[in-house]
């Protein structure tokens, strides 16, 4: 090939568009119904208007009295927990206004979140119709509720992690935590398996541990010990109680914990570190921290645990 060929196809190839998303609805009108007990959810849609942006409407009705109505709200799948109190819509499309919002029974808005790549973590996006940020296949669904109060929702994002919805997220902070529990007590050639906190439900009296997202265990690559999500601590043998010792380090490996608890405000929060080996070899502190120049700092120390 001459060089001037070679010229002229590197400034088509660099010059060429990149296409947009291609689609056109269908005219139509619909209200899809999602009962809930008492509860009655209706997604209004409407695309005889704008065949490429359709209208959505959300109405909330309680014993068929219509609570409250949203414009512009609409999702592809909502989830509530048993007693039917709290809502939440998500969608990965992106002709959908929002990622995700949250709602109560009377149609209160608690959290709603439009899709936005600096708020958002996607995974996969087209130009316009593809926002793909939580496991629509699996999205494991959980809400946090104590006396009656909303404290958090999770869901699972595409690479597995659960997702907070409501509990501010700061993988800075979540480092800060981790990286002094792993400093005091993770050894060369152990699994550190990283959990980003714990809920446990009294009714099963089961234990659920939150993995992290991939991108944060990255960080703790190239260490003399490997990190790995909780999810992959393995499962006692027989009727022991613990899994077997690490033959590497003749101790049992450890799951260490970075938890924020509460945001006290923009830059104080309420957290919780520990680890944790066996019923009797673990630890752990409750602290205030606050970021100052940039920097995470323990402002207070609130309680300590140790066996």
């Known amino acids: 090939m001459s060089k001037a060929a070679l010229l002229f196809l590197c400034i088509v190839l660099t010059c060429s568009p990149t296409w947009a998303d291609k689609w056109a609805l269908k005219p139509e009108v619909k209200d899809t119904e999602f009962p809930f007990g008492d509860t009655r959810i209706v997604l209004h849609y409407d695309s005889t208007k704008d065949q490429r942006y359709p209208k959505y409407k959300l109405s909330v009705y309680r014993d068929g009295k219509l609570m409250a109505e ?10 509530a927990p048993p007693d039917n109190a709290f809502f939440l819509g998500v969608s990965n499309d992106g002709l959908i206004q929002d990622a995700y919002v949250i709602f109560d029974r009377d149609g209160r808005i608690i959290r709603q979140q439009p899709h936005d790549t600096k708020k958002v973590d996607y995974f996969e996006m087209s130009v316009t119709l593809v926002r793909k940020w939580y496991d629509r296949d699996d999205p494991n669904p959980r809400f946090t509720v104590v006396d009656g109060k909303l404290k958090d929702v999770r869901i699972n994002a595409c690479d597995g992690a659960s997702v907070s919805l409501l509990v501010r997220e700061d993988l800075s902070l979540r480092a800060f935590l981790l990286e002094d529990v792993l400093k005091a007590r993770a050894k060369p050639k152990e699994i550190c398996y990283v959990s980003f906190g714990t809920e446990y439900n009294r009714k099963s009296r089961e234990t659920f541990r939150y993995d992290p997202p991939e991108k944060f265990l990255r960080r703790f690559q190239n260490r003399p010990y490997q990190v790995k999500p909780v999810s992959a601590y393995p499962k006692p043998r027989g009727m022991e109680p613990f899994p077997p010792n690490n033959p590497q380090t003749g101790i049992p490996d450890g799951i ?28 752990g502190q409750e602290t205030i921290v606050e970021k100052r120049g940039g920097k995470w700092t323990v402002k207070r120390a609130l309680s300590a645990w140790r066996s």
């Open 70 to 79: 949203h414009e512009d709200v609409g999702f592809t799948q909502i989830f």
């Open 256 to 283: 260490y914990t970075s938890e924020i608890v509460e945001w006290l405000d923009e830059s104080t929060a309420r957290v919780k570190a520990g680890f944790y080996r066996d019923g009797l070899w673990g630890g």
